[in-house]
């Protein structure tokens, strides 16, 4: 489970990947067993989540992290750079770095 | 606060806005204003989460709704709709439907 707040000094990644449809479901699982073979792993990795897209074409990845610092250290690990290399070669990557601004609940609560 | 999960049955929707970094301020404070008035108000919405990037040319709305259905209603309710126009005239949207995959937490829990 990930929990959005402001009120945690973290980092956020939000990170999309375009994809054919088809290489949609192969790109889910080679995201998900180089989140969970290595990216977990990793120090100051808080928690992710991964969704795709209802029609086909998106994958994204949500992720926390403690800091900038801590992300550019895992990205510069060797372990996992072959799953990100085979993603590429199926998806376009387009990553942001954020911060939460604000987060909204349902008004009434009903 | 936004709670993700892989286990609640809702629709997300990760819509991320382009914009030159002197008008982020402003697109902030509109999907502020707008989110609060109306859409936290409209039936289905659960929660989201603002998200402003870190060099300032984007900011991503992180959404959940009951179904798609709910989001689609609010989407046709004109009373937004002018706050919506005004963030297009200084940004570019690129929405996306999704379901959460799979959520990670760090290994070990340190």
Excluded at 1 to 23: G, Q, R
Excluded at 30 to 39: E, G, S
Excluded at 44 to 55: E, K, P, Q, W
């Amino acid at each position: 489970m990930t929990t959005i707040s402001k009120d945690t000094n973290l980092v956020t990644f939000i990170n999309v990947f375009t994809v054919d449809a088809a290489n949609q479901q192969q790109l889910v699982k080679l995201l998900t067993r180089v989140t969970d073979r290595f990216v977990r792993h990793a120090p100051g990795f808080i928690s992710s989540a991964l969704h795709r897209s209802v029609d086909g074409t998106k994958v994204t990845m949500y992720a926390q992290w403690r800091t900038i610092e801590d992300y550019e250290t895992m990205r510069k690990n060797p372990a996992p750079l072959p799953y990100l290399q085979e993603a590429l070669t199926i998806a376009k990557f387009e990553p942001g770095m954020y911060e939460v601004v604000e987060t909204f609940v349902r008004a009434g609560g009903t």
